[in-house]
């Protein structure tokens, strides 16, 4: 690397000074000007360019799974590319088929079910939007429905399913026939189904940008019943909730076996059938290594996209591939889903008890937390306890709200870490008391 000039170096001594200054001269404001600095990680840990280390709440927006520079990750993802990085998809290679038979598998899904790999969760949306809008030309049902309250992604299909009015009103006419229904609102959900002309329903199990919320077990098997007796297509969104981020492979499988947020992991519902029709993936799937996944249940959504009705230059490379099974297999060997579970319930009951939370809503390391503004002298306590906490307690969180935290950490956030966490977020809190 040291014939290299300087400005290649990831982390060159220079690029922290006015990095501020630099990036709003480099990059697009869309994202504002970033909170931090970071050059390195390792496991639920990062640094940034003072040398400061936090402990890492959030896992890169749910997606650092096996958290940062995982050993497994990072010898597989080295070999991978000394042997080869990229092949296109007129060609195919050993991981990106055995990542499809691992997804396939976990999904428990049935005979003639298949998986497209994308990049991202905007573009696995994209690809089941395709999959909706042949079916939705094939029947002639007019209508697609998605969520208040949903987010799906940012390019213009995913927009048009993502509810936010401030995200989609900047760009008017997106993708026509999108209805949103209001949330959990059952009598709203057969009303919409009346004259079966409903192509898809697109839903989060659980609303991630929303701030962790639930859609109730009654209501996601009521939409699962609606879908199939009126032939539209039901697409389970699970590029946040997927991947073991719930404590089961995917959130569908534990509304499947009646886990609620307070079990901790042990079902105590009726076994039901919540098996979609579509299931997009991403976030957590590469540990950081940018892949999406559409997966199609069954032969007949598996034949919706046929030859050249959809594609994708990098979808599934073999490097993204490695990156998925290498996730998959360590969340496997290091019995992860049950850890998540254990770990999560601690975080939950330790924040239960601190007088400045109003509400957790925790599905394994997929943690919603309310702020109860009384306790605050903030009128936004969400983003002001964000900022305390980095700067004075070493914690990287996230808001999504006025009054609403979201955690997200790693899978292997360990139970010191989360010991850890609730006494730096209980300081962080208590500076900020009311
Ligand atoms: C993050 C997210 C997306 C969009 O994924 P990108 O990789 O940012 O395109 C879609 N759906 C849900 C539920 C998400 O959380």
Known sequence: MTDYPDVLHRAAPGSAQNWQQRYESSLMGVFGTPADLLVSGRGCWVTDS?????LDMLGGIAVNALGHAHPALTAGLTEQLQR?????????????????????????????SSVFFANSGSE??????????????????????????GFHGRTSGALSLTHKPAFREPFGDLIPGVEFLPVNDGEALERAFVADDVAGLFLEPIQGEAGVKPLQRDYLLAARELTRGSGALLVLDEVQTGIGRTGEWF?????????????????????????????????????????????????QHSALLGAGQ???????????AVAGQITLETIEKEGLLPHVHQVGSRIAEGLRSMDAVSDVRQYGLH??????????SSQTPAKAVVVQAREHHGLILNATGDHTLRLAPPLILTAEEADLFLNRFQNSCKDLAS
């Open 124 to 149: 696995a949306n994209e690809a089941a939007l395709k999959a909706v809008l042949r079916h939705r030309r094939s029947t002639g049902k007019t209508r697609i429905l998605a969520l208040e309250g």
């Open 50 to 54: 003072q040398g400061r280390e936090l």
């Open 310 to 320: 959809h594609g994708s230059t990098f979808g599934g490379n073999p490097l993204a």
């Open 367 to 376: 943690i919603g937390i309310d702020l109860d503004p009384e306790a605050f």
């Open 84 to 112: 080869m990085g990229h092949i296109s998809n007129l060609f195919t290679s050993v991981p990106q088929m055995r990542l499809a038979e691992m997804l396939l598998a976990a999904a428990q899904a049935p005979e003639g």
């Open 251 to 299: 959130r569908f499988q534990g509304v499947q076996r009646g886990v609620t947020g307070a079990s901790g992991g042990s079902a105590d519902g009726e076994a039901a059938d919540l098996t979609p029709d579509l299931m997009t993936l991403a976030k957590g799937l590469g540990s950081g290594f940018p892949i999406g996944a559409l997966v199609a249940f069954g032969a």
